[in-house]
Antibody, heavy 121, light 112 residues
Framework: EVQLVESGGGLVQPGRSLRLSCVASGFIFDDYAMHWVRQAPGKGLEWVSGISWNSRYIGYADSVKGRFTISRDNAKNSLYLQMNSLRPEDTALYYC??????????????WGQGTMVTVSS | DIVMTQTPLSSPVTLGQPASISCRSSQSLVHSDGNTYLSWLHQRPGQPPRLLIYKISNRFSGVPERFSGSGAGTDFTLRISRVEAEDVGIYYCMQATQFPFTFGPGTKVDIK
């Protein structure tokens, strides 16, 4: 069974950092693009960042560019999101999602349950 | 950035009747590789989204045949042939042709 499990969320003060992790199982992680998508309470989906299967292509939403960094460790079947200079508007449920085979993320076909990030003093 | 819009934003539907949602992009979603990376997702309250359709019209594994997608360029449509109770929730279109990828605002579907 394909599964994605996020962790690393929590309550953090504005300006501080947090690192999210997503552990994948049930598929060959190395071969797939991956996404981070977030959803603020009561709001819609916002794509945050994506990374191609070979890490050659990386993209960020304008709202996080320069503050967030996506990475992957294929040996650990893991996807990461390093979040720096956090702002209250970054408060959201952060989902990890699986993209396409040998692509840069043409769709998001399997999603984790998400990890909640709350930025507040 | 490519802006995605959806209409309607809210859609009360009758069980057993058809429903459709439109999605429009601010520029063509045709990728340089010839594909159009427009997908549709469904989210029920308290649950993560679920992929329904990818590359305009391809149903994802396990998605009922009553769901279909169509369109080209900048205009796309999701159709439900006969709405069932489990179809309530919010439907999002998403473009993955150009970074940054973007979602539509969502269309809330509920039963009349």
């Amino acid at each position: 069974e394909v599964q994605l499990v996020e962790s690393g969320g929590g309550l953090v003060q504005p300006g501080r950092s947090l690192r999210l992790s997503c552990v994948a199982s049930g598929f060959i992680f190395d071969d797939y693009a991956m996404h981070w998508v977030r959803q603020a309470p009561g709001k819609g989906l916002e794509w945050v960042s994506g990374i191609s299967w070979n890490s050659r292509y990386i993209g960020y939403a304008d709202s996080v560019k320069g503050r967030f960094t996506i990475s992957r460790d294929n040996a650990k079947n893991s996807l990461y999101l390093q979040m720096n200079s956090l702002r209250p508007e970054d408060t959201a449920l952060y989902y990890c999602a699986k993209g396409d085979y040998h692509g840069s993320g043409s769709h998001a076909d399997v999603w984790g349950q998400g990890t909640m990030v709350t930025v507040s003093s | 950035d490519i802006v995605m819009t959806q209409t309607p934003l809210s859609s009360p539907v009758t069980l057993g009747q058809p429903a459709s949602i439109s999605c429009r992009s601010s520029q063509s979603l045709v990728h340089s590789d010839g594909n159009t990376y427009l997908s549709w997702l469904h989210q029920r309250p308290g649950q993560p989204p679920r992929l329904l359709i990818y590359k305009i019209s391809n149903r994802f594994s396990g998605v009922p045949e009553r769901f279909s997608g169509s369109g080209a360029g900048t205009d796309f449509t999701l159709r439900i042939s006969r709405v069932e109770a489990e179809d309530v929730g919010i439907y999002y279109c998403m473009q993955a042709t150009q970074f940054p990828f973007t979602f539509g605002p969502g269309t809330k579907v509920d039963i009349k």
